[in-house]
């Protein structure tokens, strides 16, 4: 029998070495297996044929079914094509090729029956299909439905004649040498319980399909076994992490939270704020380990929540840390929480990548000894020369952006691993929460402090800008500050630090009676804090930024936010930005400068900022607008989720049903070492060898 898994598409009639290559650098595609769930991305009907005296503009694409009367080369240079006029009775049209013009004359010759699939393209009143699909009529009984599908390819692979029928070719090459291979990877009494179709079933009903019922239920089953394994190897271990890792006892309420509470604490806690430090003290004060995600929107005061955890595992006798994921955030935390504590006896200090040498040397010293009590940073935190005395309790703001490799490595900062919360102000929908954090428990900030007035939020066009500058010039006036954004966009960076610095000196030409300054994350990090000293002071009226001041920073007198090129920004992203503004008690305001032109989907994302400030609300949004793969974070947390088949913005009930069925597997056997479920165990061991292990840690 074939391991699909290992067996190379090398020994796969029709893809020899260079082709291997090609599908493994292109689309990563190595093996059978991996073949096998490469699946289609859309399926076209082809059930119909068009007349080619029925083509007219604006059509998708169309099916023809004739003959070619004969073939000719045209043009010079880049412009030198073959076409080949193809008649169906009706009329005829030219098909054209750029590449590839030899192999198309050897393949194609005039008077046989093909059918030509394609998109019809304009010039003047005439038409034509560049680069059309061809297949030999007799080729049509492969596809019974009329349903055909298609699979991705890239123009490397298109030169090398590896198209999406090519693909499909190969694939039938696959199923049709397999006998016994395709056994289920999901228990027999499962599939009958949840009333699925097999895998073999599955496997060819998603390449091959026979009608759109029977694709709809290979890909329900298909995308039920993706949820279900991650889902139940989160569940699997989260138990089982349970179970083995002892956490520390905080079980004292001490001096350091009492008297920070009581005499310090400048304001009342909101409701949401005390009944979060509520779950996470009861967490840390219950034998087992803190694994716990904090939500909440930008401004909801997240950071007090740490503060005050921080003091409780101070208060237990341990030290506590807290990660942020850039300088300048880092060192706002520090700020904010060594004000906090100005007047008690905390020692708190800030490790990050530009400590000068000496300096580091004293604080790892220092931390080692256990003499410093709280220590803010950023990735710094986590190579191996930090080493504490007695890590209780670590803190990670901004999660999404740390992956679950760094979370670990902090994990092992001590010898009984520590409490960890991490703290993201970007909501996450549920179901990606689930499919990303499901081993974590949740606490939501769903409550923003007192006294907020929600930020108006407008869109306007980037061709008038006097009504925008005349505005600012009035909220300046009235003593407040405005952020300007600009995008930064990797790839373009060049062009993008152009625009910064064009408005830079448009803003001085503009507004001579104040003071600009300016960010980005080119300036040398003296530089950028002097910058943004005069801005939190309130020297600088307006502050020019790139993306850097996104997440975090805290300037109360900030009232307006203008982000220019706003279509450039995913909502998420821009809802994070919104949120530097707001802090006070002012009215705030957002301004959204975008240029005319918008796609559908950016006016969309306008349209949604301007219509909410919820966070949750602007997430799910922005997952059914762009789908899981892109939302930021995911990409960014280094692990991101691999999801062949699912989506997690259009499956969130059966991403339900299957972490139920996981649920109710692993109640009734937690390790899965009964017999029937064998299976699992087995595929989870193969799926999720490389992750790290969550319950053997310690
Ligand atoms: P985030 O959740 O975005 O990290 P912060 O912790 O930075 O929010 O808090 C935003 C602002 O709200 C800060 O200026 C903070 O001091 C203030 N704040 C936090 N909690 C309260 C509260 N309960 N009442 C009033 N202001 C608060
Ligand atoms: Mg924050």
Known sequence: MID????????????????????????????????????????????????????????PYIQLKGRFQYFETVGE???????????????????????????????????????????PVAFGRVYNIPHPDIDPMSSIEQVASGLTPYYSTTEKMKKAFLNSRAIQNLVYTILNSLTDELADSLPEYLLKRVGMV????????????????????????????????????MLQTAGQRKLRIKGLVFSHVGSYFNTFYSDYLPFELTGAQK??????????????????????????????????????????????????????????????????????????????GSTRKKERERLLAQIAEGEIQILIGTHALIEDTVVFSSLGLAIIDEQHRFGVEQRSRLWKKNKQIPHVLVMTATPIPRTLAMTLYGDLDVSVIDELPPGRKPIKTVHRYDTNKKQLYDFLRKEIELGRQVYVVFPLIEGSEKLD???????????????????????????????????????????????????????????????????ESAERFGLSQLHQLRGRVGRGAEQSYCVLVSSYKLSNDTRKRLEIMVNSNDGFEIAEA???????????????????????????????????????????ILAEDPDLTEERNLVLNQKLKKLFSNKINWGMIS
């Open 4 to 59: 699909l898994e290992r067996r190379s598409i090398v020994y796969l009639p029709g893809v020899g070495p260079k082709k291997a290559e090609l599908l493994e650098k292109e689309i990563g595609v190595r093996s059978y297996a991996d073949l096998l769930s490469f699946y289609p991305y859309k399926y076209i009907d082809r059930s119909r044929f068009y007349k080619i005296s029925e083509i007219e503009g604006n059509m």
């Open 77 to 119: 240079g880049r412009s030198k094509r073959l076409i080949g006029k193809f008649t169906d009775g009706t009329g005829v049209i030219d098909l054209v090729w750029f590449k590839g013009g030899n192999y198309i004359l050897e393949k194609y010759k005039p008077g046989a029956d093909f059918i030509v699939f394609g998109k």
């Open 198 to 233: 097999s895998f073999k079933e599955a496997m060819y009903q998603i390449h091959f399909p026979d009608s759109t019922e029977k694709l709809r239920n290979a890909q329900t089953r298909l995308k039920f076994e993706e949820l279900f394994y991650i889902q139940l190897n």
């Open 275 to 352: 009944r979060v430090v509520r779950e996470i003290r009861t967490d840390m004060g219950s034998g087992r380990q803190m694994n716990r995600l904090l939500q909440g929107d930008v401004g909801s005061g997240k950071t007090l929540v740490a503060l005050l955890s921080m003091l409780l595992a101070l208060d237990n006798g341990y030290q506590a840390c807290m990660m942020a994921p850039t300088e300048i955030l880092a060192t706002q935390h520090f700020a904010t929480v060594a004000g906090f504590l100005k007047d008690m006896d905390v020692k708190v200090a800030l490790l990050t």
């Open 497 to 563: 630090y152009k625009d910064l610095e064009e408005g830079y000196e448009v803003f001085k030409d503009v507004f001579p009676e104040f003071t600009v300054s300016m960010v980005h994350g080119r300036m040398k990090a003296a530089d950028k804090e002097a910058e943004m000293k005069r801005f939190i002071s309130g020297e600088a009226h307006i502050l020019l930024a790139t993306t850097v001041i996104e997440v975090g920073v805290n300037v109360p007198n900030a009232s307006v936010m203008v982000i």
């Open 622 to 664: 922005d997952l059914r607008l762009r789908g899981h793969g892109d939302l930021e974070g995911t990409r960014q947390s280094g692990e991101g989720i691999d999801l062949k088949i699912a989506d997690l913005a259009a499956d969130g009930q059966l991403l339900q049903y299957a972490r139920d069925m996981a649920q109710m």
